[in-house]
């Protein structure tokens, strides 16, 4: 059976009808009565405004876009380019089609919309899956059926916010790939990490090349460890789904043991503090 990418709330606010029968249930609105989406996961949406802007120019915006009523106006919740074109060409009204919408359809919406034009880097779309796990509390699987998306590309997505910030950085410049992020997961050391990504992008190393080096240095740093206990590293994988960072668990031989969180920075520690405190 066919992945759904849509949950029941979406599906209501957006009927299976025909383009000409939204275009007609459409209405004018001014543009600056317009709010842009505060959940839009996207960090740069002027790219390819400029032509969009002038094919606006010459003919007009040829879809809607989805709008919330808000106190002082309206809120987008799907559209941004077009709105940004419109606006940047010059006009005063918009056609808009407006939907009631919680904080959290919003955020699929606009999720979704952008998955579908797959144009959100690494780091944009990790960081949304993010704010559907910590804002609504949603199950890895609950967000993989959401956005038509399989549950281990939505786990493996949100691990690469464990990486530093210069390998994110190059993520969100699309100068590497995800592929190339999973494969400096493996490596433990940080500084380890950055140093490949850095050799990556100046040699344009390909994923498979990448994961050969990382896998050369893993055997160089550290002696192979003990193998784990099945049901110890099923806890180690439930507890970092939960947390979406690194977890250890050590045991020792009386019975005792340590669970290791790893964070790596104070707002990713606090992150962490408030979903341990489930608030």
């Known amino acids: 059976m066919k992945r759904k990418a849509l949950g029941k709330g979406i599906r209501a606010i957006i009927p299976e009808s025909t383009q ?3 275009a007609a249930e459409a209405r ?3 543009i600056s009565d317009v709010r842009p989406n505060p959940f839009q996961p996207r960090d740069k949406v002027e790219e390819g405004i400029e032509e969009l802007a002038a094919s606006v120019k010459l003919n007009g915006v ?5 709008v919330r009523r808000r106190r002082d106006g309206y809120e987008l919740i799907m559209g941004e380019r077009r709105f940004r074109a419109a606006r940047q060409a010059g006009l005063d009204t918009i056609p808009a089609l407006v939907r009631d919408a919680t904080d959290e359809e919003m ?7 952008n998955l579908q034009r797959e144009n959100l880097n690494p780091i944009e779309e990790a960081t949304a899956y ?3 796990t910590d804002k609504f509390g949603l199950t890895h699987d609950e967000i993989a059926a959401r956005v038509g998306k399989d549950r281990s590309t939505v786990s493996n997505a949100l691990r690469l916010l464990g990486l530093p910030f210069k390998v994110r950085d190059a993520l969100a410049a699309r100068r ?6 999973r494969a400096l997961l493996a490596l433990h050391s940080r500084r380890d990490q ?6 990556a992008v100046r040699q344009d190393l390909s994923v498979r090349a990448l994961e050969r080096l990382c896998a050369s240095l893993s055997d160089r740093r550290k002696r192979r460890p003990e193998e784990k206990d099945v049901h110890i590293r099923e806890l180690e994988q439930q507890l970092q789904e939960m947390l979406g960072t690194r977890v250890q668990i050590t045991e020792s ?5 340590r669970i290791t969180i790893s964070y790596f920075s104070a707002e990713d520690l606090d992150r962490l503090l408030r979903v341990i405190r489930g608030t």
């Open 20 to 22: 000409q029968a939204l």
């Open 28 to 30: 004018s609105i001014r």
């Open 62 to 66: 040829l879809q809607p876009v989805m």
């Open 107 to 113: 955020l699929e919406l606009a999720l979704v919309e």
């Open 130 to 132: 993010r704010q559907l």
């Open 176 to 181: 590497l790939s995800a592929g190339h992020g």
């Open 194 to 199: 950055v140093s490949l990504a850095e050799r």
């Open 253 to 257: 031989r009386n019975g005792k043991g």
